[in-house]
């Protein structure tokens, strides 16, 4: 199908699972180095050790995956879709993959020590899956875990760069017209003819993301039991290669507080406060 039209960040990394390129999972074009810059940072943040289980939630390319295989007692990377899982699965059969939002996690409650969930809740649209999704990372937390959640941007960077957010081929063609003139306009004509005799395709995007100043995102946290222990400007590489400050993004490192906040009109043990208990391993929930 030439014109392929979405409406959530699932499809996208579905589609983008069918790359041969691997790094296209990490969602930053043929920005590599910024990935594997990203990724370090991370690693360097959060410092696993030896004993420590490590789960990083919506794991991209795996980057950070591959610097804690052997470093680590255990480490898991979730997927967002079986496309992504299997894609990784073949280029990477060392490493160990779930497919799962981060709304719902399939590992036992007090399993992990090292949280790691990046560039990842900004594609989430609603507040009340963000919220799910942060309070799954306390649920899965040990006591003394560090949880690592980066890239929140204080804006909606779509509209700030006027990119078009529909599945109306005329209508992307018109915002094409109208925001970057006839040059890219006639350009994506040209694209559209080929994708229709050829083989390459278009996609539509009518996702929104999530978006959150500092005070609201330590606060929204805090409510879903996550501690603040430092914020800052998100890192990354500019084109030179110089590492530069995000103009929007934000990156939060929080551990466990101790008591798990219920979420409203459910009652679960998952969510009960827990004593801190030795190291064991996660494990995919009801195995
Ligand atoms: C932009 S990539 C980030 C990759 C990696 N964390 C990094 O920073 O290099 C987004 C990742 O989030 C995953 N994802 C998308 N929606 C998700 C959701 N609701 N819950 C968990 N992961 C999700 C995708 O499968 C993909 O792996």
């Known amino acids: 199908m030439p014109v392929l039209r979405i409406n959530n960040y699932l499809d996208y990394y579905r589609l983008r699972a069918q790359s041969k390129d691997l790094h296209a999972l990490a969602g930053r074009y043929d920005n590599t180095a910024t990935t594997e810059f990203v990724n370090r940072t991370i690693w360097e943040k959060i410092a696993p050790g030896r004993a420590d289980v490590l789960l990083d939630i919506g794991c991209g390319d795996a980057s950070l995956l591959k610097m804690a295989h052997g470093r680590v007692l255990e480490c898991i990377g979730t997927t967002s879709t079986p496309e992504e899982k299997a894609r990784l699965e073949s280029a990477l059969p060392d490493l160990r993959f779930i497919v799962s939002t981060g709304q719902v996690l399939p590992l036992e409650s007090g399993s992990v020590s090292k949280i790691v969930c990046n560039s990842v809740l900004l594609l989430i649209e609603d507040e009340s899956d963000v919220r799910a999704a942060l309070r799954e990372m306390v649920r899965v937390a040990r006591t003394d875990a560090t949880i690592w959640v980066g890239e929140i941007p204080t804006r909606d960077e779509a509209e700030y760069y006027g990119q078009y957010r529909g599945n109306s081929m005329f209508g992307f063609l018109r915002h094409l017209l109208r925001h970057q003139g006839l040059r890219a306009f006639f350009g994506m004509i040209r694209r559209w003819l080929k994708a229709v005799v050829g083989t390459e395709q278009i996609i539509l995007n009518a996702a929104r993301g999530f ?19 430092t914020y800052s400007r ?33 009652t679960d043990a998952r969510c009960q406060p827990k004593t801190p208990s030795p190291p064991t391993l996660p494990r995919m929930a009801g195995t």
């Open 234 to 266: 998100h890192k990354e590489l500019d084109a030179a290669g110089k590492v530069a400050d995000s103009k929007f993004r934000y990156d939060y490192v929080f551990t466990r507080s101790e008591t798990i906040p219920l979420p409203q009109n459910v």
């Open 211 to 229: 978006c959150l100043e500092p005070e609201r995102m330590i606060a929204l946290a805090r409510d879903c039991g996550l501690l603040l222990t």
